[in-house]
């Protein structure tokens, strides 16, 4: 019943947090400040979705049909993992240098600064099927909530 409850406070928190940073930057950058910060984070979130390559979901499959593979599949995993938000980095990045409208929207500085949020996204598509796979999903929302409230805090 304790992890419902904090499960239930988790999942509440990262909603009224995302709220109140979003009416802080709204209020601090404007809006058409608080739309370039938008454009640019969903830049990297729609690249991120494609190039997850839904490696989450592969994982629970292999681990689901033999269990016994979880500690050997698990560090390929997460290299592949990193190799895919190294590609979603370079798509974005692409998208940017091919875009004249992205490029107007968008400063190189501040691109090169929400790369990093390529990270985020890849691991937030696959991490979940990863925990699960794992049995820890318990583990994964207390370690979402503290990545999400630092990434609305930034």
Same mark, same amino acid.
């Not at 009416?23 to 809006?31: I, K, M, R």
């Given at each position: /019943? ?9 999942? %509440? ?20 400040? &608080? ?21 989450? &979901? ?8 033999? #269990?016994?593979?979880? #500690? ?20 974005? /990045? ?26 985020? +996204?890849?691991?937030?598509? #696959?991490?979940?099927?990863?925990? %699960?796979?794992?049995?820890?999903? +318990? ?16």
């Amino acid at each position: /019943m304790k992890r419902y409850l904090f499960s239930l406070f988790t999942r %509440a928190w990262v909603a009224l947090s995302g709220l109140l940073v979003f009416l802080v930057t709204a209020y601090v950058f404007g809006a058409g400040g &608080r739309g370039v910060i938008s454009y640019g984070t969903s830049v990297f979130a729609s690249v991120g979705i494609i190039c997850s390559f839904n490696l989450g &979901r592969t994982f629970l499959d292999l681990v689901t049909k033999n #269990n016994q593979r979880k #500690n050997e599949l698990l560090s390929t995993f997460i290299v592949l993992n990193l190799a895919a938000a190294a590609i979603t980095i370079l798509g974005a /990045m692409l998208f940017w240098f091919l875009s004249s409208t992205a490029q107007s929207i968008l400063s190189w500085h501040l691109v090169l600064g929400l790369s990093f949020l390529a990270l985020y +996204y890849v691991w937030s598509i #696959n991490g979940n099927a990863i925990f %699960a796979a794992l049995e820890r999903t +318990y583990e994964q929302e207390v370690i979402s909530d503290c990545r999400e409230t630092s990434l609305k805090i930034v």
